[in-house]
């Protein structure tokens, strides 16, 4: 992820069509969490933190991660105007460096389309997930209107399960489950969620 172009962003990215997206996710994520409550999450890219702090009553604890300094800045005082208690944030980005974190579950929202090398984050979230752990990602899917030189345009959904295989994962199950006008790079998208199991 190009961090000066979130740090640039962080201060205004809690717009109207953002946060409506996110309760979108929240919604879609939160039946994934059901038997959750003894489990700890990591929510990886959380940037603002707009999905993340959706779901701190349903897991013991939280950890919302970030390569943005400027994005964590904005968690951390979220965090404290709502007084939420198992919520910690930390600024880290596992394309560059590998982290002693664990979590039960990884979830990873409208992040992997910024990672150039997929492969590479895939492995890093497995090794970064306990044993029997559950990896949630919730992307686009494959968008050919999209041209992006940072930005992959979408997932295929086949793709991206062969990937998760051969990173190590056990049965991926994807679904979309949203269809949004303009949420893609002004393109009209879907979005769907893939569940991996280490």
């Known amino acids: ?17 953002r946060i409506e997206l996110a309760n979108i996710v929240a919604s879609r994520v939160k039946k994934e969490l059901m038997e959750a409550k003894n489990k700890t999450l990591i929510d990886y890219g959380s940037g603002t933190g707009l999905i993340g702090l ?13 390569s943005s300094e400027g994005m964590v800045e904005i968690i951390r005082d979220k965090i404290a105007q709502t007084n939420i208690q198992n919520a910690r944030t930390l600024v880290a980005d596992f394309t560059k460096d590998v982290s ?3 979590a039960d579950i990884i979830l990873v929202s409208l992040v ?5 090398d997929t492969k590479l984050i895939l492995e890093r979230l497995y090794g970064t997930l306990n ?14 209107r999209i ?15 062969k990937w998760l295989a051969s990173t190590g ?5 994807i679904d979309i489950f949203y269809h949004g006008e303009k949420v893609f790079m002004k393109q009209d998208a879907d979005m769907f ?3 991996s199991y280490k």
């Open 1 to 17: 992820m190009e961090d000066n172009i979130f740090e640039r962003m962080a201060k205004n990215y809690d717009s109207e069509s």
């Open 54 to 66: 959706q779901l701190t009553d349903l897991v013991n604890s939280i950890t919302l991660m970030d």
């Open 100 to 102: 002693a974190i664990k």
């Open 112 to 116: 992997l389309l910024h990672i150039p």
């Open 131 to 144: 044993d029997g752990g559950k990896l949630i990602i919730v992307d686009f899917d494959k968008n050919e």
């Open 147 to 161: 041209d992006h030189p940072t930005v992959h345009n979408g997932f295929d959904a086949n793709e991206l399960k």
């Open 169 to 173: 994962f056990e049965s991926t199950d």
């Open 193 to 195: 969620i893939a569940v």
